[in-house]
Every structure is written in structure tokens, then in C-alpha cells.
């Protein structure tokens, strides 16, 4: 299991129950260090995908390695933390109990138990509500409390399945430095979030999967590419600057803007100048790269038309 190896790597991992194909060719690799986005819709594979990855489930075809091991090495899952979408602990007991008690399943030294349990709820913002119930907690707190389960051992790799579900604004911004502070150290981050905003800010590369398979993948930048939306408010524009909008992308307005989809950066200056060519009086230009959101959309928009087509 050597440290230059890639975190994960995966060649067509597949999954089949029955006649249902849950996941058809997962080929993806992660370095260490790196905080990597799993991105799609619900049903599209994800969690079928992280269970194959952490060797709870065996994959019908396919191969990968976990931390240079084979998929499921048990010495190599003790180097993984986890923190599953869905998740209840004991509401009788006190959150050091349970994060104690995942300590002991670990493996941790007695002696090194007690520092790396109140670390972690340090770590998570639950040091003060460390000796309270779990059934007192918000949704919230039991998010934090499941996340400093994660983080026990100071793990190599970490599987984070929707961290920030349940949390408020700040709550999103420290699960974003834990997030950091984790790469900053060299352990790799596998991100699995429906807040796509959040993974724009804070993953290295994604990738997208839709029914089953995966669609796009790369660095944030390359997946979003130059492409712009330009909007302009313009004096009542005539045809003539439509015309001129045209040429540049998909026109739309949104209220006394116009919008243009699809333009190029460097496209910006000489669409004003166009414009003033053309005699129209420009108040405000306004010129922002597409977002991950709207570039997921355009990914499966593809697929959503098909299932349109299918049941028509």
C-alpha cells in the first residue's frame, strides 16, 4: 500500500442485481490530497459506487484499489472514515459515548482514546454538548456528531455522503474548513453532495454520473470551461442590437437585462463595441463563467429528453 499510489482507482466497476444494472463502467482515479466531487442525480449510481468502493459490496465485473490495496483489504478500510448519508445513533447515549464507542471499534490505544475523542468533537464544534444525549441534538448537531465519527484516526481517505444536508450556513462553512484542513494534510476527500455551489468551492476534480455511468469528469475549470452568461441592460434595444446579441450566443432577458448564453470571455469587448457600433447605449455589463449547477443540468439534460422520448 504504498503512499504514491493513487488514493483510489477504479477500472469498469460494475454492479448488477438481477436483471438491474446499478452501476455500468466506474473508471475514475484519485490522488492523494485531493478533494474529489461524486456528482448525480438520485438513482444515478452514487451510492452503489462508494459501497463497491468500501468493500461493502462486491462488484459484478470490473476492478479497483483502495489506498493501493484491493477493494475491500481490511488493513486498508482501517485507514478509511466514513459518514453515510443516512445514519441514527442511540439518542440515550452522550456524544462522546457513541464517538467512544467507534474509537474502541477502531482499535485506538486506551490511552490514545480519550485525546482523539474530545479532538474530534473539538474538531466538529461539539466539545461543549460532549457529555449531552444524542436525543437532545438538532439534525444538525447529529450531522457534526457523524462527521467526528469520520474523522476518528486521522484517515487517509474519507467518504463524506452529503456532510452538509442538514446544516445551516455556518454549519456548511466549518464542514468546508474540516474539508480543507483534511487536504491540507494529505488525506483525500471522496464528496458526495447534492449542494453543487458547495463542491464548486471547495473540490479539486468531479465527476458526473447518470444512470449508472460516468458521463463527464475533471478540474472544476475544465469542466466549466470559459463559457459565459453576459448580461447587459441596455436603453430599450432595438433590432438592430438584438441582432448584434445574437451573433454572440442564446439570447434571453431577465427583466430590463439582456442575457447571452454561451459567449466567450474574451468575446466580452467586442460584443460592447458592436453594440456601440450598432447605436445602442449600454448602462451596465455584467460577465460570470457558467456555474457547476448549470453545467450539470446541460449534462443530463441529454438523458432526461431520452426518458421524455421513451414515454411518449
Not at 251 to 269: I, K, M, R, T, Y
Request: charged share 25%; aromatic share 4%.
Amino acid at each position: 500500500m504504498s503512499a504514491s499510489s493513487p488514493a483510489l482507482e477504479t477500472v469498469g466497476l460494475a454492479k448488477r442485481f438481477g436483471p438491474k444494472t446499478a452501476l455500468r463502467d466506474l473508471t475514475i482515479t484519485v490522488g492523494r490530497g485531493e478533494i474529489f466531487g461524486f456528482l448525480g442525480p438520485n438513482g444515478a449510481g452514487k451510492t452503489t459506487a462508494v459501497k463497491l468502493l468500501l468493500g461493502l459490496a462486491l462488484p459484478s465485473s470490473g476492478e479497483g484499489r483502495l489506498l493501493g490495496a484491493p477493494l475491500g483489504d481490511r488493513g486498508a478500510r482501517r485507514k478509511v472514515g466514513y459518514l453515510p448519508e443516512l445514519f441514527r445513533y442511540q439518542p440515550w447515549l452522550a456524544a462522546r459515548d457513541v464517538v467512544g464507542f467507534h474509537a474502541d471499534l477502531l482499535g485506538l490505544a486506551r490511552a490514545e482514546r480519550a485525546r482523539a475523542v474530545a479532538d474530534v468533537l473539538e474538531r466538529v464544534g461539539l466539545a461543549e454538548r460532549r457529555a449531552d444525549r444524542v436525543g437532545t441534538f438538532s439534525k444538525g448537531m447529529q450531522q457534526r456528531l457523524g462527521l467526528a465519527v469520520a474523522l476518528l484516526g486521522e484517515p487517509d481517505l474519507v467518504f463524506l455522503d452529503e456532510p452538509t444536508s442538514a446544516l445551516d450556513p455556518v454549519g456548511r462553512h466549518d464542514v468546508r474548513e474540516i474539508v480543507e484542513a483534511l487536504a491540507a494534510r494529505g488525506a483525500t476527500v471522496f464528496l458526495n453532495s447534492h449542494l453543487l455551489t458547495e463542491v464548486e468551492r471547495v473540490c479539486h476534480r468531479v465527476a458526473v454520473i447518470d444512470a449508472g455511468a460516468v458521463v463527464a469528469q475533471g478540474t472544476i475549470d475544465a469542466m466549466l470551461g470559459a463559457t459565459t452568461a453576459v448580461r447587459l441592460r441596455l436603453e430599450a434595444p432595438d433590432a438592430a442590437a438584438h441582432a448584434v446579441l445574437a451573433r454572440y450566443g442564446h439570447v434571453s432577458n431577465d427583466g430590463p437585462w439582456s442575457v447571452v448564453g454561451g459567449a466567450a470571455e474574451a468575446d466580452v469587448p467586442r460584443l460592447v463595441a458592436d453594440l456601440v457600433a450598432a447605436g445602442a447605449r449600454i448602462f451596465a455589463v455584467e460577465a460570470s463563467r457558467a456555474t457547476l449547477e448549470e453545467r450539470f443540468l446541460q449534462l443530463l439534460r441529454p438523458a432526461d429528453a431520452a426518458v421524455r422520448d421513451r414515454s411518449a
